[in-house]
């Protein structure tokens, strides 16, 4: 089945790490992305991950991704204030299943 | 690289009439748009893909002839809400994905369109 899930909220200090969890039930997505929408704007392509790979980073940004337990995770390092947004994961199957959105906000 | 616009980014408008939105990739091309709906504090739900030059494809549960979808470029498609009523007010979301594929599947999005029915 299509179900991807992500907790509601997280809030942490600034310049302190932020760890997004996911996870979803269908093991034969290709594809896994995280998305940035900040409010009352569209998404933007944060980074993605291929399905054959445990880790990807790119600067601030860590991927990791669990197969096993289908599990996806987006670490923010140095979190900053501009990082406060709802976070999506997605995975890709035949189109796009979004996640419910993780809302973060980042305090002084 | 890979910004796509649309336009309007709000839009009030009575119902009964009908209002188009446009979706343009700016600077790549797009064989593939997507189309999709937030509510309020939610996520994205797929309204429909649309192919340049053929019918676009509905989810299910989505009148094809309430939202009309049109892709008659490689960096334009269009939807139109027909006959628009309160409950159709939300928040619609273009999404274009790069053509050729560069490996990744990315979808960019547009900044979103708030429709308000009166």
């Known amino acids: 089945g299509e179900d991807v899930e992500q907790s509601l909220f997280l809030s942490v200090r600034e310049g302190d790490s932020s760890v997004i969890n996911c996870t979803y039930t269908?093991?034969?997505?290709?594809?896994l992305y995280w998305y940035k929408q900040e409010p009352g704007a569209g998404l933007q392509l944060l980074t993605y991950?291929?399905?054959?790979?445990d880790m990807k980073q790119d600067q601030r940004l860590t991927v990791l991704l669990n197969k096993k337990d289908k599990h996806l995770s987006l670490r923010i390092a140095d979190t900053q204030t501009g990082d406060s947004a709802i976070y999506f994961c997605a995975e890709r199957l035949n189109k796009l299943i979004f996640g419910t959105g993780t809302r973060l906000q980042v305090f002084p | 690289g890979a910004v796509v616009s649309q336009h309007p980014s709000r839009v009030i408008c009575k119902s009964g009439t009908s209002v188009k939105i446009e979706c343009r990739s700016l600077d790549f091309q797009a064989t593939t748009m997507f189309w999709y709906r937030q509510f309020p504090k939610k996520s994205l739900m797929l309204m429909a893909t649309s192919n340049e030059g053929s019918k676009a494809t509905y989810e299910q549960g989505v009148e094809k002839d309430k939202f009309l979808i049109n892709h008659a470029s490689l960096t334009l498609s269009t939807l139109t809400v027909t006959s628009a009523h309160p409950e159709d007010s939300s928040f619609y979301i273009c999404?274009?994905?790069?053509?050729?594929?560069?490996?990744?599947?990315?979808?960019?999005f547009g900044p979103g369109t708030r429709l308000t029915v009166t």
């Open positions: 991950i291929f399905s054959n790979m």
């Open positions: 999404s274009a994905r790069v053509s050729p594929d560069p490996g990744g599947g990315e979808q960019y």
């Open positions: 269908d093991s034969s997505s290709t594809y």
